[in-house]
């Protein structure tokens, strides 16, 4: 299998951690009172291997990718009622295809591996076109560059976890935005806190806001002007290096979800006239000890899906919180319809709307799928 997240997160949770909260912020914990199967609409499924390791949504367009050697990022599009293969993306000279995201006609797909690229592309009508290949002012091979990747508009920003130019010791993220010249870096990221590993493990950006993951926490960045400055920490009082915390995480709005799949959690902050405050932790309805809750994270306005693929000797689930007035309630529990032991299904999760999708890379002997569900 490709180099995984899951593996790599036990190297990193050791290296460094984040300062403790100076101040605990209020919050509410929901806690979900049922558990409701989803309905599973379809099972997309493509000639890959594992094929549903990276989702995204956005309108009625779905990207997944299938990370291995000569890989593709396949667009599908909604006909109807049935969600159907319009394309497949892979960036010029990529040898694997990385994370994925998309805002509206543009999709960033990372080139995964060691020499780590990043490729745009922009689609006008039906038709889709590499229109840039990004690499960070001053990466170099084993920088990990493209692992991680958000886009908001014609805004880019990329994660580099493991940087040599800096021994190792904290990661960048780096922000790219479309000029009239061509796609151009803008801002260099790093960490505000010393020390701190695994900066650039996550990252998520929606319009002047950017989150940049890091080992047990996350960043707020926002931009003023041209600049990108340091807004905010997210984290917790009981949050820690050795949980996950920061390493995959979501925006939408106001609102950022964080995973913690260490602690079996993901938790909820939002910005309430300035200040980032916890708003929730969410936690599934039968999630025990060692099932990865909080693994993937995905929010769209009201609505939270959460991964837990390591749940029931790897066979996964995915979970679905909706949020009505300030408090967040589970409302669906999702399975894929043939989904066994192993099929790491919730390794990704992309949510829109009411409409839920659900990667499950390890299975049909490592072939993967994706599953689209609804309530």
């Given at each position: 299998?490709?180099?995984?997240?899951?593996?790599?997160?036990?190297?990193?949770?050791?290296?460094?951690?984040?300062?403790?909260?100076?101040?605990?912020?209020?919050?509410?914990?929901?806690?979900?009172?049922?558990?409701?199967?989803?309905?599973?609409?379809?099972?997309?499924?493509?000639?890959?291997?594992y094929f549903g390791t990276s989702i995204a949504v956005s309108g009625a367009t779905a990207i997944v990718t299938a990370p291995q050697a000569l890989g593709s990022a396949d667009v599908f599009t909604k006909?109807?009622?049935?969600?159907?293969?319009?394309?497949?993306?892979?960036?010029?000279?990529?040898?694997?295809?990385?994370?994925?995201?998309?805002?509206?006609?543009?999709?960033?797909?990372?080139?995964?591996?060691?020499?780590?690229?990043?490729?745009?592309?922009?689609?006008?009508?039906?038709t889709w076109k590499q229109v840039a290949k990004l690499t960070g002012s001053d990466t170099v091979a084993g920088d990990f560059f493209g692992d991680a990747v958000a886009i908001s508009g014609t805004t880019v920003i990329v994660g580099a976890i493991l940087p040599r130019t800096d021994n190792y010791k904290a990661g960048r993220a780096y922000v790219f935005s479309e000029a009239a010249t061509g796609w151009k870096q803008q801002a260099e990221l790093t960490s505000p806190i010393p020390g701190v590993r695994g900066f650039g493990w996550a990252v998520a950006i929606s319009g002047k806001i950017a989150v940049v993951g890091a080992t047990g926490c996350a960043f707020v960045f926002a931009k003023t002007g041209l600049l990108w400055r340091y807004s905010a920490e997210l984290k917790d009082s009981d949050t820690s290096s050795a949980d996950g915390f920061g390493t995959?995480?979501?925006?939408?709005?106001?609102?950022?979800?964080?995973?913690?799949?260490?602690?079996?959690?993901?938790?909820?902050?939002?910005?309430?006239?300035?200040l980032w405050r916890r708003s929730a932790v969410l936690k599934g309805t039968d999630t025990t000890s060692g099932d990865s809750f909080g693994?993937?994270?995905?929010?769209?306005?009201?609505?939270?899906?959460?991964?837990?693929?390591?749940?029931?000797?790897?066979?996964?689930?995915?979970?679905?919180?909706?949020?009505?007035?300030?408090?967040?309630?589970?409302?669906?529990?999702?399975?894929?319809?043939?989904?066994?032991?192993?099929?790491?299904?919730?390794?990704?999760?992309?949510?829109?709307?009411?409409?839920?999708?659900?990667?499950?890379?390890?299975?049909?002997?490592?072939?993967?799928?994706?599953?689209?569900?609804?309530?």
């Open positions: 299998m490709p180099r995984s997240r899951a593996i790599s997160l036990t190297v990193l949770l050791v290296l460094g951690a984040c300062l403790p909260l100076v101040s605990t912020a209020s919050s509410v914990s929901a806690s979900p009172t049922r558990a409701v199967p989803g309905t599973q609409l379809q099972e997309l499924k493509a000639p890959a291997h006909d109807g009622a049935l969600w159907k293969q319009s394309a497949s993306l892979r960036g010029s000279g990529s040898s694997s295809v990385g994370p994925v995201a998309i805002s509206g006609n543009n999709v960033v797909v990372g080139g995964s591996g060691l020499l780590g690229r990043v490729y745009v592309f922009t689609r006008t009508g039906s995959s995480l979501a925006i939408s709005g106001n609102s950022v979800a964080v995973g913690a799949a260490g602690q079996n959690r993901a938790y909820i902050f939002t910005d309430v006239g300035g693994f993937s994270v995905s929010i769209s306005g009201n609505t939270v899906a959460v991964g837990a693929n390591n749940k029931d000797g790897g066979t996964g689930r995915a979970y679905v919180f909706k949020r009505t007035g300030t408090d967040w309630n589970q409302v669906a529990e999702l399975i894929g319809s043939d989904t066994s032991t192993g099929d790491s299904f919730g390794a990704s999760v992309a949510t829109l709307g009411n409409t839920t999708f659900v990667g499950a890379p390890s299975h049909a002997a490592f072939a993967g799928r994706a599953y689209v569900f609804a309530p």
